[in-house]
């Protein structure tokens, strides 16, 4: 693996900005990889053994993303919404798996390790690159049960909404009275009052690199409302 600066300097040029969580998540995900054993997780034949769950939408999980490789395009990125600063570490070949936590008392301890800056954030933030693991963080070894629709690679499963018509990947379809219901169907989804609109522009597609004609204009579709 990089070093700890090269890993930093990458990672917040990648997320656009140096701050206490960055390097919080570049020091997580080292110590989180180094503990499943997998010393260069970028590394092709490595990234495919790898599955991170990261707990906090926060500059921390975008360090821990940078530093592993991990995706959730590629599926080796969960997330998992709890507001906690952790990453789960899972090494797929061997089965370890250990969450790593970042302690409040970090914060707290930020003066003792870092009397001579100035700035509340500086402080944080080079207090971070100087303490130890032990202060820094806590460490739990967990057992993570992976079913095989959670893993990367193809769809291994399919459902269709029984209200909706919507195909649902991966058995993330809830049950209601025996038929398979979507999220956006159910009571357990995060916006309401969904409509299907229109909205101008809405045949565009992008020419090919070698065509440089308008593309054709695709049929016009029936029932929607249109957005202006």
Not at 148 to 170: E, F, H, M, W
Request: glycine fraction near 6%; charge should be positive; include cysteine.
């Amino acid at each position: 693996m990089q070093s700890f600066d090269a890993l930093l300097n990458e990672s917040s040029k990648a997320h656009g900005h140096l701050c206490p969580g960055q390097v919080v998540g570049v020091r997580m995900a080292m110590l989180g990889c180094r503990l499943i054993e997998l010393d260069e997780p970028t590394r092709r034949d490595q990234i495919k053994k790898l599955i991170v769950y990261v707990e906090m939408d926060r500059c921390t999980a975008d360090a821990v993303a940078h530093v592993t490789g991990v995706k959730l395009g590629r599926r080796s990125l969960k997330f998992v919404d709890y507001g906690i600063m952790a990453a789960t570490f899972v090494n797929l070949e061997t089965g370890k798996a250990f969450r790593v936590l970042s302690t409040e008392e970090a914060r707290d301890l930020a003066c003792a390790y870092a009397p001579d800056v100035a700035g509340k954030g500086d402080r944080q933030l080079e207090a971070y690159r100087r303490m130890p693991d032990s202060v820094l963080f806590r460490v739990q070894k967990v057992r993570v049960n992976l079913d095989a629709c959670d893993l990367p690679g193809p769809t291994r499963y399919k459902a269709v909404c029984s209200r909706c018509g919507q195909v649902i990947r991966d058995r993330r379809e809830y049950l209601v009275d025996g038929a398979p219901v979507c999220r956006p169907c159910s009571e357990d989804c995060y916006f309401s009052h969904a409509r299907e609109v229109s909205w101008p522009n809405m045949d565009w597609s992008p020419p090919a690199p070698s065509d440089p004609e308008p593309p054709r204009q695709a049929p016009a579709r029936c029932g929607l409302v249109s957005v202006s």
